[in-house]
Each structure stands twice: as structure tokens, then as C-alpha cells.
């Protein structure tokens, strides 16, 4: 298996756009993660999906930002409008069966904001 | 909410020999687990070990252990024969309940 698969790997937009993050996790996982990474305030968990249905959002900072899954294997975080504190790295994991289990890294996508 | 404290922003130590890292953490659940994570500069996170609250015996992987002290709410990491490869950003984390939180991570060098 390929692994977590993110594109892109580097974006770079100007304020006010909308920002598509995508998302390819590890076939037959049934768990999929989205953290956001800063040096600010670290990593953070921001939404998680189990067999594609979102379970916790509550770390989604604000409205601008949300999650879709529509299928097993696809999912997307979407700012809009996007803003410059959002410049992070953003991160998608995957695991297996139970939530605890370990969890697969993508290699994250370096968002900048202008 | 779970606090996961990482009170070493960096360390170092001289290849092949033994270093620990320190994390605590905050919680009054009785049913969770602990997580080491590595982040070398490539940027990919890995799974480096896991320790379920419930078990009482401390988690191997290699070189890699863990001290767990429940009551003390402590879970320190110990890496044994530290290669260069080990060079990396290391998060302790915590997950119960729907609730994921890491710490501020510690940057480990390993010299030659």
C-alpha cells in the first residue's frame, strides 16, 4: 500500500480564497484523522471520521473550515475563506478497526496563506 | 480537558548511549492510551510506541521503552542505543474518550 496519500504538498494562496486539502487514506482503515500543525499551538486534532461519518469536530477552530468524507477512500478539508493564521502544515492520518489503534501519517500539506 | 505536558523542548545525547524524555499528562478518565510519536525533518509522523492504561506492564518496541506511572499520571519515553536516526521531534500523546491531545513535542539530537 502507497500509504496516506495528501495533495498538495505545498499551497500557497492569498487571503480571502478558498483552500482545498485532499486526502487519500490507507485502503480498509475505517478511521480517518485531520490535525493541523503550528508552531504556535503544536498539533492538534481537528475532526475525525469513522466509516466516513464525522464523529468529533469540536476541534475545527471556527465555520470557515469543514470536513467532508464521500467515500472510503476520499476526503476533503476546506477553508474558506482562508486567512493567514491559518498558514500550518495539515496533516491526515488513517488506522484500523478502533479509534486507539495506531494511526498512519500522510506526508502533510504546508499551507501558506498570503 | 486532557493536558499533555512535555517539559523539554530539546535534548541531546551522544549516539549509542541512553536518553529519556519526559511527558505528563492531565486526566481524571481511567481508560485511555498513551502514545509516543516521532516526527524526524522528512515531517512524516510515526508511531514509535503505545501503552494502554489498563495493562500494568511498561511497553518494548527495540530500543524503544516506556516508564508508565498511572498514579503519578507520568509516561516517559527511554530510547537505548540512540542511532543518528533517531534525530527527530518526539510528541507524547493521549487519546480517551474522542479526545486526542499531543504535546509541544521534544527535539532530540543525537550526535555523532
Known amino acids: 500500500d502507497a500509504g496516506v496519500i495528501q495533495s498538495p504538498r505545498h499551497e500557497v494562496t492569498e487571503m480571502g480564497q478558498e483552500v482545498t486539502l485532499r486526502c487519500k487514506p490507507i485502503s480498509g482503515h475505517d478511521y480517518l484523522f485531520w490535525y493541523r500543525q503550528t508552531m504556535m499551538r503544536g498539533l492538534e486534532l481537528l475532526i475525525y471520521f469513522n466509516n466516513n461519518v464525522p464523529i468529533d469536530d469540536s476541534g475545527m477552530p471556527e465555520d470557515r473550515f469543514s470536513a467532508k468524507m464521500p467515500n472510503a477512500s476520499f476526503s476533503t478539508l476546506k477553508i474558506q475563506p482562508s486567512e493567514p493564521r491559518d498558514s500550518a502544515v495539515y496533516f491526515c492520518a488513517s488506522s484500523l478497526t478502533s479509534v486507539y489503534n495506531e494511526q498512519f501519517f500522510g506526508p502533510g500539506t504546508r499551507l501558506t496563506v498570503l | 480537558a486532557q493536558t499533555v505536558t512535555q517539559s523539554q523542548p530539546e535534548m541531546s545525547v551522544q549516539e549509542a548511549e541512553t536518553v529519556t524524555l519526559s511527558c505528563t499528562y492531565d486526566?481524571?478518565?481511567?481508560?485511555?492510551?498513551l502514545f509516543w510519536y516521532k516526527q524526524p525533518p522528512s515531517r512524516q509522523m510515526i508511531l514509535v510506541i503505545r501503552q494502554e492504561a489498563y495493562k500494568q506492564q511498561n511497553a518494548t518496541e527495540n530500543r524503544f521503552s516506556v516508564n508508565f506511572q498511572k498514579a503519578a499520571k507520568s509516561f516517559s519515553l527511554k530510547i537505548s542505543d540512540s542511532q543518528l536516526g533517531d534525530t527527530a521531534m518526539y510528541f507524547c500523546?493521549?487519546?480517551?474518550?474522542?479526545?486526542?491531545?499531543f504535546g509541544a513535542g521534544t527535539r532530540l539530537t543525537v550526535k555523532p
Open positions: 500523546a493521549f487519546m480517551s474518550n474522542n479526545d486526542m491531545r
Open positions: 486526566t481524571s478518565e481511567n481508560n485511555y492510551y
